[in-house]
């Protein structure tokens, strides 16, 4: 333990990590449109304004030079977002997705790449949602390489995948020395479910998190699976008690 410490904090090998070079925030200078023409210059993003429900926000901008070639990371909630830069669609996300269930496509971070060759670098983004809670807040948005943007993500949810990976190694473990007990002719007493109860936990903790949306955008299933997980967990443990 003293030797893993050691070489954590006296070394310095930067070189060989993802998430290497410079993020930048891209907050100021914005202004909202809404759907009645009206325009307000915003102080600084993150932000909330007044819009209501199915209510159509375009904030604009214009990107500096320095970053043509880059991209963009934000965070949208249950919106559809449009993203055009020099009167050209770039990106959209949730504005063609067919749902049986829901109105939104849920929570997702979103990753727009800025074309190299522009000739204003005027950004506007579309923002329209069913709920009012959601129709006007825009949350901060950052510009960096594409790649060390997926990294920074990464990063910042390091400890909750961490803790995803602990609970669901104690499901296999727990599951494991049911089968020894099972094996060796006792009752396993309610280790299945106590097994099935830590990896539906640790599931419902992986599906909290935004990591999910860099491999797998269907926002739908993932507010399903939370779902579907609190309502289980309950049934599992009351399953492990009974049968202890």
């Known amino acids: 333990m003293l030797i893993l410490l050691y070489a954590g904090y006296s070394f310095r090998v930067q070189d060989v990590t993802l998430s290497k070079g410079d993020v930048f925030e891209f907050n100021v200078g914005w202004s909202a449109e809404y759907g ?95 709920y009012k809670s959601n129709a006007g807040r825009s949350n901060g948005i950052e510009i960096g390489a594409r790649d060390i943007l997926m990294a920074n993500l990464v990063k910042e949810n390091v400890v909750s995948l961490i803790c995803c990976a602990l609970v669901i190694i104690c499901s296999g473990i727990v599951l494991i020395v049911a089968g020894v007990k099972r094996y060796s002719g006792n009752t396993t007493g309610g280790l299945v479910y106590l097994s099935a109860y830590f990896f539906v936990m640790g599931l419902h903790e992986l599906s909290e998190t935004r990591i999910l949306t860099l491999y797998y955008g269907n926002q739908t299933m993932y507010s399903m699976l939370v779902s579907f997980c609190l309502m289980i967990l309950p049934y599992l443990l009351i399953l492990y008690y009974t049968h202890t």
Request: proline share 6%; glycine share 8%; charged share 30%.
């Open 36 to 130: 009645d023409g009206s325009i307000e210059q915003l102080p600084e993003l993150p932000c909330i304004v007044n819009a209501h429900a199915d209510e159509m926000v375009i904030l604009r901008n214009e990107i500096p030079e320095a970053y043509w070639g880059k991209s963009l990371n934000f965070l949208s909630v249950n919106k559809e977002i449009e993203v055009f830069i020099d009167g050209e669609r770039v990106y959209f996300f949730g504005t063609e997705d067919i749902r049986t269930f829901g109105k939104t496509p849920g929570s997702v971070e979103n990753f727009v790449d800025i074309p190299k060759d522009l000739s204003e670098g005027k950004i506007e983004i579309h923002m329209k949602s069913p």
